[in-house]
């Protein structure tokens, strides 16, 4: 018999987890996915279904629920993120859903930092990026929730300053490598206010939040 630590989350001793009506598994290596992120699955379904786009990226994909989410829309997609470790969790779900839910779709897995690198096919297309990237404040480790103290650092924490600085960094790079297409974001319940900010000196790009089940607006839809 194998014994677990007090408040070590089931989802782990499991192994597995159901979202947006697929099963996934998930390890230490990776965020427990969360009810809330359906919400940023929808909006990226809506806007795959009214749009054209050359290519679809899960950025900081961790198990990569929500690119896998959308990958029947698509026929390529790519997942990155900095995690090796978390990148063989997303390959492991991509072929567990592959046969069953997308068969059409290839998947590319890349192992780096945010956009330090692209596809060439990306320069001149319009693309959907998608993303949930880490957005706690560093400090904010003594106010978590024990069962959430197993989940990997990197997956929670974005920055001493407003924990919302993975994200400006990622806004810099869309705009410095001159990207066209749409971005979805999830952030913290209580940081609309930082992401307006951070987004404010990007005039030409469209911006629109909107709300997760319980009517708070932490996920916003950019157009850039």
Not at 24 to 39: A, C, D, G, Q
Not at 75 to 91: C, G, P, T, W, Y
Not at 103 to 128: A, R, S, V, Y
Not at 188 to 198: L, N, P
Request: proline letters at 3%; a negative charge.
């Amino acid at each position: 018999m194998k014994f677990f630590p007090e408040n070590y989350p089931e989802e782990y001793i499991h192994g597995e987890v159901e979202f947006f009506g697929k099963k996934f598994f998930v390890n230490e290596n990776v965020l427990i996915p969360r009810l809330e992120t359906e919400s940023l699955v929808r909006r990226a379904r809506k806007i795959l279904a009214n749009g054209s786009f050359v290519s679809v990226a899960d950025i900081g994909s961790g198990s990569g629920i929500i690119g896998i989410s959308v990958a029947d829309l698509v026929k390529e997609i790519f997942f990155i993120d900095i995690s090796k470790n978390a990148l063989e969790v997303v390959r492991k779900n991509f072929e567990k859903n592959r046969e069953k839910y997308f068969p059409d779709c290839d998947g590319n897995f890349w192992n780096q930092d945010l956009l330090e690198k692209i596809p060439k096919h990306w320069e001149n297309g319009t693309i959907l990026l998608l993303t949930n990237l880490p957005y706690i404040k560093n400090d904010d480790w003594e106010n978590m929730s024990e069962d959430t103290r197993f989940e990997p650092k990197t997956a929670l924490f974005g920055g001493k300053k407003t924990g919302f600085e993975l994200y400006e960094k990622l806004f810099t790079e869309i705009f410095e490598k001159k990207l066209h297409g749409v971005i979805l974001i999830e952030f913290g319940f209580d940081q609309r206010e930082i992401a307006e900010k951070s987004l404010e000196k990007y005039n030409d790009w469209q911006v629109q939040f909107f709300a997760d089940y319980s009517g708070i607006e932490r996920f916003a839809e950019i157009r850039f």
